[in-house]
């Protein structure tokens, strides 16, 4: 008898409680009932928060930095996005960077301390010769520089 009250007895969680049973190995799933989470105390939560990251990543930030190596007049309607030709934005607009200007601010990124470094461009694909600039950007940082993105 005195074990079905102990099985029927609910088990109050908290974010703490959660937070310790998760670095002692627990992983939460989709049965698991989090809605305390709804009402908890934020500052127990961000408590908990901490004790996890604490755990698990340290006191490190992960640094990750982007250049826009084509900016503007893409063909795509994307309603948010002010480099869609389809918006009229002040956005600026240019064509493939050189490739010097690319290697400068990786060059910059890792004097900062960026851990990771990528090119990111308007439209949905780069083609041709502007593919080929991508292309020898990249292996020149991956050769010269610690912290670039492999494509």
Known sequence: MR????????IKMDSITLAQEIIDGRRITRDDDLSFFLTCDL???CKGADMIREKFIGDKVDLCSIINGRSGKCPEDCKYCAQSAHNHTNCEVYD???EEKILEACR?????GVDRFSIVTAGKALTGEEFDKAIHAYETMKRDYEK????
């Open 3 to 10: 074990e079905e009250i102990q099985d029927t007895k609910e």
């Open 43 to 45: 500052d127990e939560l």
């Open 96 to 98: 493939f960077l050189p």
């Open 108 to 112: 910059m990124n890792e004097r900062e």
């Open 148 to 151: 670039a993105e492999e494509v």
